[in-house]
Protein backbone atom coordinates (compact mmCIF):
# COMPACT_ATOMS: atom_id res chain seq x y z
CA UNK A 1 0.00 0.00 0.00
CA UNK A 2 1.20 3.46 -0.94
CA UNK A 3 1.47 6.19 0.88
CA UNK A 4 0.11 10.18 0.10
CA UNK A 5 0.88 13.23 1.28
CA UNK A 6 -1.70 15.20 3.38
CA UNK A 7 -1.90 18.03 0.53
CA UNK A 8 -2.90 14.79 -1.96
CA UNK A 9 -5.20 13.16 0.07
CA UNK A 10 -7.16 16.25 1.47
CA UNK A 11 -8.23 16.65 -2.29
CA UNK A 12 -10.14 13.73 -2.44
CA UNK A 13 -12.62 14.94 0.83
CA UNK A 14 -12.48 18.13 -0.74
CA UNK A 15 -16.72 18.27 -1.00
CA UNK A 16 -17.12 15.85 2.16
CA UNK A 17 -17.50 18.97 4.40
CA UNK A 18 -15.32 17.23 6.44
CA UNK A 19 -15.10 19.08 10.35
CA UNK A 20 -12.04 18.51 12.68
CA UNK A 21 -12.36 19.52 16.40
CA UNK A 22 -9.31 21.26 17.28
CA UNK A 23 -8.25 23.13 20.55
CA UNK A 24 -8.78 26.33 20.79
CA UNK A 25 -5.48 28.46 20.95
CA UNK A 26 -5.04 31.50 23.16
CA UNK A 27 -2.12 34.45 21.35
CA UNK A 28 0.55 32.57 22.93
CA UNK A 29 -0.31 29.23 20.88
CA UNK A 30 -1.33 27.40 24.34
CA UNK A 31 -4.81 25.25 24.42
CA UNK A 32 -7.95 27.50 26.00
CA UNK A 33 -9.33 25.97 29.14
CA UNK A 34 -12.63 26.34 30.51
CA UNK A 35 -12.65 28.11 33.60
CA UNK A 36 -15.16 26.34 36.00
CA UNK A 37 -14.17 22.51 33.93
CA UNK A 38 -10.68 23.34 32.89
CA UNK A 39 -11.00 21.26 30.01
CA UNK A 40 -9.67 22.25 26.86
CA UNK A 41 -11.86 24.21 24.45
CA UNK A 42 -12.22 23.29 21.12
CA UNK A 43 -13.63 24.70 17.74
CA UNK A 44 -14.74 22.66 14.56
CA UNK A 45 -12.47 23.61 11.63
CA UNK A 46 -12.92 22.40 8.09
CA UNK A 47 -10.77 20.02 6.79
CA UNK A 48 -7.36 21.31 5.84
CA UNK A 49 -4.23 19.30 4.66
CA UNK A 50 -2.61 20.45 7.88
CA UNK A 51 -5.26 18.25 9.94
CA UNK A 52 -4.15 14.69 8.24
CA UNK A 53 -2.57 12.71 10.42
CA UNK A 54 -2.31 9.80 8.90
CA UNK A 55 -2.77 8.99 5.28
CA UNK A 56 -2.92 5.21 3.58
CA UNK A 57 -3.63 4.79 -0.33
CA UNK A 58 -6.00 1.51 -0.61
CA UNK A 59 -5.81 1.21 -4.39
CA UNK A 60 -9.27 2.57 -5.63
CA UNK A 61 -10.22 4.10 -2.03
CA UNK A 62 -8.20 6.89 0.26
CA UNK A 63 -8.38 6.32 4.10
CA UNK A 64 -6.89 9.53 6.40
CA UNK A 65 -6.87 9.82 9.95
CA UNK A 66 -7.37 13.26 11.27
CA UNK A 67 -5.84 15.12 14.32
CA UNK A 68 -8.86 14.27 16.68
CA UNK A 69 -8.37 10.65 15.90
CA UNK A 70 -11.49 10.12 13.33
CA UNK A 71 -10.93 8.28 10.14
CA UNK A 72 -12.87 8.77 7.40
CA UNK A 73 -12.60 6.85 3.63
CA UNK A 74 -13.00 8.40 0.14
CA UNK A 75 -13.62 6.59 -3.46
CA UNK A 76 -11.05 7.78 -5.67
CA UNK A 77 -12.84 9.36 -8.84
CA UNK A 78 -11.27 10.59 -12.27
CA UNK A 79 -10.88 14.38 -10.95
CA UNK A 80 -8.76 12.81 -8.27
CA UNK A 81 -6.31 11.36 -10.39
Do not use: C, W
Not at 10 to 24: N, R, S
Not at 29 to 47: A, C, F, M, Q, S
Not at 61 to 73: N, Q
Amino acid sequence: MAELDAVAAAKYFKDAKILVQMPKLDKDGNPVRHPETKRIVTVDEDLEPRHIVGVRDLGNTVSITVADGRKYAATKSGAGK
